[in-house]
């Protein structure tokens, strides 16, 4: 197991208020898994990202990454944890790369950083990455010169400079068109199957389930839901001649370890049912069914 969320709670307090950024989330992620993570503004998700690169920590719970625990982690853990074990992808460019150096060297300047010094064997990798995201040609532009796609396929070269067991997105497709994000995301595919590094790519946008067999769906700082593909994407790609059917995926309910469940939204807002209200359960052969309760005001 790659990663192994359980429990996890996250509080930002100020003087005047506290915030629940994460309420007992629980989460896995198989070594090698390519998974989608999506949510609302406000969910939690950028808040997990940020406890999955230590660099956060989560205020309860438990947190484990390639066997690394996190919770029990010092500054000096957390940096080694950094340049060696996890790679970022950020949405906002300006994270990513330094606008004075060429494609090619923001790449290597992250195989100078974590050796000290750029050998012939790093020089060597720095292209292969390049060519990976299909940049080769633009090895010498700067980023005044790459468009906001190339941009970010430079910027995945850069996550994968430092040769990371666990790569982080943050919105990678967010800032770019369908057409741009889309070429983005078939690379993220790619470095997947030829590297086997696990991928996490956290987003607004429920358009990603086409790209990936899971998604995680976050609601109030918990995992509500999953979005599983009937069957493979390679399979179905193939089959589908280039076309996926938007009914690929089927959405799971995940019932958390203390036994609880969240419901999906539309299925509330059609039976007007709100937040506190009370239901009733039914066990009835092998279904456990629900029953809205009004109460009489």
Known sequence: MM???????????????????LQ????????????????NSGSGKSTLLNMLG????????????????????????????????????WQNNARNLIPY???????????????????REDKQRARELLDLVGLS???????SELSGGEQQRVAIGIGLAGNPRLLLAD???????????DVILNVFRQVNREFGTTIVIVTHDMMLSRKVDRVVAIRDGKTSSEFIRRKNYSEELEQAGGFLDEESHEELAVLDRAGRLQLPKPYMDKLGIEN??????????????????????
């Open 276 to 297: 506190r209200d009370k239901l009733r359960v039914e066990l009835q052969e092998d279904k456990i069914v629900l029953y809205p309760v009004k109460e009489e005001k």
């Open 101 to 119: 150096l060429t494609a090619l060297e923001n790449i290597q300047m992250v195989m100078r950083v974590q050796h000290g010094r750029l050998s």
């Open 137 to 143: 040609k633009r090895a010498k532009n700067k980023l």
């Open 3 to 21: 990663i192994s969320c359980e429990n996890l709670v996250k509080i930002y307090k100020t003087k005047e208020t506290e915030v629940l950024a």
């Open 171 to 181: 919105e990678p497709t967010g800032a770019v068109d369908t057409k741009t994000a």
């Open 24 to 39: 007992g989330l629980d989460l896995e992620v198989e070594e090698g898994e390519l998974i989608g993570i999506i949510g």
């Open 54 to 89: 230590a660099l956060d920590k989560p205020s309860a719970g438990s947190l484990t990454v390639d066997g690394k625990n996190l919770l029990k982690f010092g500054e000096k853990d957390m940096i080694k944890y950094r340049r060696e074990t996890v790679g970022f992808v």
